[in-house]
């Protein structure tokens, strides 16, 4: 197979590849052509209300990436020095970034080995005077379970947000991953669900933090004096350019889920009776799994996943690690945060667990190839 792809000239599978179609090219080219290229054209605010729609929210702030998203959102939340924040140990560092850069204080859930979300029977215990917000992240399109979330949220008087970078298009219940947050954040990285090449979104139904966000998104520009400052903000807008692609891309979600979701029951169905590794289920009891990636644990430590990885890499095959755990960051030392506490499954997981290609464009005879080559590694 390797060599039947070679002389198809495919070397080597990538991970990751965006889908660019006719429609998106047009859609750029409108807008270059009539010279509406940074932010102020009307494409982004198109691009939010029809975002807004989408996932049944009032209102959305298109921003320059999720990151970015992640930064506004924490700050519109007017934080006080040592306000805590629980985060996932096992995200992308965006969600600690935006607390630690707020001068709050990050605090830590272990990861399930089920789900890879976060143990919510955890999130209790961590709560404390000083718990002002949640951020719950949907790991690798699984959702959370919102309904235990929100009643946590709400007991404790505390701030949802909810990151939903990688589960654009997922539902929990009948209900959009992404519409149950104070705030809501996404990303359009090239990998995501839909690309803006960079991007994000911001959504909410609160009129008050939408203004904020606007805000934040855009300098603080002065109410009454443009260039006399209230707060601090970023030149985290997005431009007319990116919002155009975003539009097109997001006209046709609901296709580029449903071939994500044959993707990953491709994989399942063929490796799910493996007992080397785990796949993620596509049902849960309150959601369908969307597969934004299709993740590989190595069970029992059969091998580590760099390991795993170089093999495929050998093969012609691309993979990506897992997320490596807020607590093992080497940054983080440095500023003594997280010191002998410990996140067992966290660490497992980073250490385990790699994802394999599922673009939209992957062909079957490319993710049989994978398959054998992943079986036979074991
Ligand atoms: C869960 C999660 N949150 C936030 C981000 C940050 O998004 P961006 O890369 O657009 O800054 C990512 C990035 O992939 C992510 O996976």
Request: net charge positive; charged share 25%.
């Amino acid at each position: 197979m390797k060599k039947k792809l070679k002389s198809n000239k495919i070397s080597f599978i990538p991970v990751s590849k965006p889908h660019i179609n006719y429609q998106d090219i047009k859609s750029v080219q409108n807008v270059l052509k009539k010279g509406w290229i940074s932010s102020d054209g009307p494409e982004v605010e198109i691009f939010e209300k029809m975002f807004s729609k989408k996932i049944n929210r009032k209102y959305s702030i298109a921003v320059s990436n999720g990151t970015a998203a992640l930064e506004i959102a924490i700050k519109s939340l007017n934080l006080k020095k040592n306000d805590e924040v629980i985060i996932p140990n096992f995200t992308i560092i965006s969600n600690a970034i935006s607390v630690i850069k707020q001068n709050a204080k990050p605090v830590l859930i272990d990861c399930d080995l089920d789900t890879w979300n976060m143990k919510i029977e955890d999130i209790q215990k961590k709560i404390t005077k000083k718990t002002k917000a949640l951020i719950v992240t949907h790991i690798y399109s699984f959702s959370n379970d919102m309904d235990k979330i929100l009643k946590i949220c709400k007991k404790n008087k505390i701030f949802l947000i909810e990151d939903a970078a990688e589960v654009i298009g997922l539902k929990y219940k009948d209900r959009a991953c992404g519409s149950f947050g104070d705030l809501s954040t996404f990303s359009f990285y090239a990998n995501k669900q839909i690309t803006t090449g960079e991007g994000g979104m911001i959504s909410t139904n609160n009129p008050k933090l939408r203004d904020k966000c606007r805000e934040l998104r855009n300098l603080c520009f002065g109410k009454k004096n443009r260039f006399n400052h209230d707060d601090l903000g970023w030149n985290y807008r997005m431009t007319n350019i990116q919002a155009a692609l975003g539009i097109s891309q997001l006209n046709r979600l609901s296709s580029i889920v449903k071939r994500k979701i044959y993707i990953g029951r491709y994989y399942y169905k063929k490796l799910k009776n493996d007992e080397n590794f785990k796949i993620l289920q596509p049902n849960l009891k309150f959601s369908k799994n969307i597969y934004w990636v299709v993740g590989i644990l190595i069970n029992n430590k059969r091998m580590l996943a760099s390991e795993a990885m170089k093999k495929l890499k050998a093969q012609g095959i691309g993979a990506r690690p897992f997320f490596w755990p807020m607590n093992e960051q080497n940054i983080f030392k440095k500023f003594n945060l997280f010191t002998n506490e410990k996140y067992p499954n966290s660490h497992y997981l980073s250490r385990y667990g790699f994802y394999i290609p599922s673009y939209l464009k992957i062909k079957n005879s490319e993710m049989d190839y994978i398959i054998k080559s992943i079986k036979k590694l074991f």
